[in-house]
């Protein structure tokens, strides 16, 4: 079936799916672009299968949800009977300027086992992510449940390449009541970890530093050499290791902080002063996650990182922009509680050597 526009995707009912397949008992089903008047039934599947402990608040508030389901930046995708029209999941691809991210995710229970889960996701992210409004994207980020080997494959079917492991990273619970002032994050509750992975476009390689700045030690070379066996396009990569001194090079940064999560993201290189104040100014937080690029200034960085007590989670591919270059990044967790319980994973066999190394640094080596 041709790919249409979700524009046009609701002008006539014959033009509804983009896709149709069938499941394994031999079921129809059809995949669609949501709309504002399947919010109902999209909040029921997040409460069969979560209570009221999603990760996001919204799907529990159907004025909010219709919302977001008319947002033309969000493409909402959902997965039906095609024999009474019966939603059986649902998915979402979040656009914001050049970058897409996919999420929310979710199957009702009558349908899993099915085969129905994968060909929503897969099927969804593959169709949706070739529309025109998304010729200008560089890539598509998803983060997958650590316990969860089904999410795995659906991802990697997509095209999608993992770049690190986050202990931790989730952290469920009933937000419903939570209400956001200048530094108080959700408080710790049912943490999971979660898998990094990337869907990385043409465009971004083209406009990639293929000079790798990074501090020589043996955790930041297994990450690049990690993500480098999953993409051909990093052949070419010239690896330079230096020894970075905790406080020297310019200080470039930024700040960002996710309430519902508990998470504070910082990019760019910081020195010592400005880096304990951040600690300090975050300490109620449960994990700020550091993005450094892989350029010579960033290297002083990565030496700083690791005397604070941060550890490697991933490697970042192309995710800073300078001077019309898109750099990498490492990426290193810091858990201002200390570590956390919240490890328990399963990964299909390419991902066994990351877990085996998230692994040892956490259970090692976390602060």
Known sequence: MAVISKKDSILQEEDVYFQKFVARNGDEYGLRFGEPKDAENISMIFKEIYNNEYLTPIVYDLDLLKRELSDSNNFWFVGESLDNNEIAGTGLIKKHRFIAHASKGVTRQKFQGLGVTSKIGAAGIITVTKMPQFKDCLRLNVEVRGPQIRAQKLIRNSGAIPFG????????????????????????KREEAAFLYSIIFNTLWKKREKKIYMLDNEDFIFFHDYVKSHTKKMNQDVLLLEKGKKDEGYELYGVSKEYHDGIVSLYGSIKEKSLDNLLKTYKKWRIILWRIPTNQNGVHSMSLALEKGFNMVGYDVGFNSMKSKLLDSVILAYYPKGGSNAFEVNYLEENKPLFNKIREIFYSRVN
């Open 165 to 188: 492991l986050v202990p931790a990273y989730y952290n469920y619970g009933d937000r419903r009541a939570f209400k956001t002032d200048n530094n108080s994050p959700f408080p710790s």
